[in-house]
């Protein structure tokens, strides 16, 4: 059996925060239109970890924790018109846009902001924290998720 997979996805807490995350429970990830990011969430496999970041916020940091719950399918909203994330290229018999479902797990006590996590020795190589780095998926080595998560259990550095 492989291994499990660890990730990181953006989301814009005005957009969908992690307390709307909470209150669906589970959600297809959709709305992801850069290739390599949708190459990352069409690796995602059932039970993988995933960090929540909230990116354009202030200030913007990881928030919660999810799993995955089903591999990718197709993104529905390629095919909609009315959706901003409609791509008219995009047919049912050839998407090019596809999601999985991620289930919420929990909302940590605390956001652990992008200034703090640059400033953790532990998470040197991070892609999230290297310069031009704007993928909204990115996978997370497990030094890397574990650190975080328990940095989401300690109090906030004065």
Excluded at 69 to 77: G, I, L, M, R, V
Aim: hydrophobic residues 40%.
């Amino acid at each position: 059996m492989p291994a499990m997979a660890t990730w990181l996805v953006k989301t814009e807490p005005d957009v969908f925060s992690i307390d709307d995350f909470a209150r669906a429970r589970v959600t297809d990830w959709n709305g992801v239109r850069n290739y390599q990011a949708r190459n990352f969430l069409m690796s995602m496999e059932a039970g993988d970890d995933v960090l929540i970041y909230h990116s354009n916020a202030e200030p913007p940091g990881v928030v919660g924790l999810a799993t995955v719950h089903a591999t990718a399918s197709p993104d529905k909203t390629q095919f909609d018109p009315t959706s901003e994330y409609f791509d008219g290229k995009a047919s049912t018999a050839n998407p090019r846009w596809f999601c999985p479902d991620l289930k919420f797990v929990r909302k940590f006590a605390r956001q652990i902001p992008l200034d703090e996590l640059r400033r953790t020795r532990a998470l040197e190589g991070l892609t999230l924290l290297q310069k031009g780095s704007r993928l909204s998926v990115i996978p997370v080595s497990d030094k890397h998720f574990d650190t975080i998560v328990k940095m989401a259990s300690q109090k906030s550095p004065a």
